[in-house]
């Protein structure tokens, strides 16, 4: 009886044990997508978001800009940069950047009003998300 009770529980761990195995093995194994970095390379994503610095006058047109990078090097290739506008917790607008060169996604915007604002920038790239934001006082 005891020979019996040793070889099932040993069948129950090996059985266990493969199927924990097939799971990891699987894992990851999906789709693929090539902007996934491989297994063994780590990817950062850093945003570096330029608004002016100095009070913008009420209609004037700027441009913001944000730097994307990966790894110390320019991302040329982003999956989608946004820039939201809000004025306190309202959001005036979300609009799409344009790549450059060099890593920089940039928009051209004009403030129709004075206050201070908030512009975040939305970076998706190599399946990492990131929103800086930034502050813009017009009068």
Do not use: W
């Not at 306190?88 to 201070?116: R, V």
């Amino acid at each position: 009886m005891n020979k019996k009770i040793v070889l099932t529980a040993l069948f129950s761990v090996l059985l266990l044990s493969a199927c924990s195995n097939s799971e990891d093995t699987h894992e990851g194994h999906g789709e693929s997508n090539h902007d996934a970095p491989s297994e063994d390379e780590v990817r950062s994503l850093d945003v570096e978001l330029s608004v002016p610095l100095e009070t913008v006058s009420k209609g004037e047109t700027v441009e913001l800009t944000a730097h994307v990078t990966s790894n110390d090097e320019n991302v040329e290739d982003a999956d989608h940069v946004m820039f939201e506008v809000l004025s306190g917790e309202d959001s005036l607008d979300m609009i799409e950047a344009e790549h450059s060169a060099d890593g920089l996604y940039t928009i051209e915007y004009t403030f129709e009003s004075e206050g201070e604002f908030r512009v975040i920038s939305h970076v998706d790239a190599f399946q990492l998300h990131t929103m800086p934001e930034e502050n813009v006082v017009v009068e």
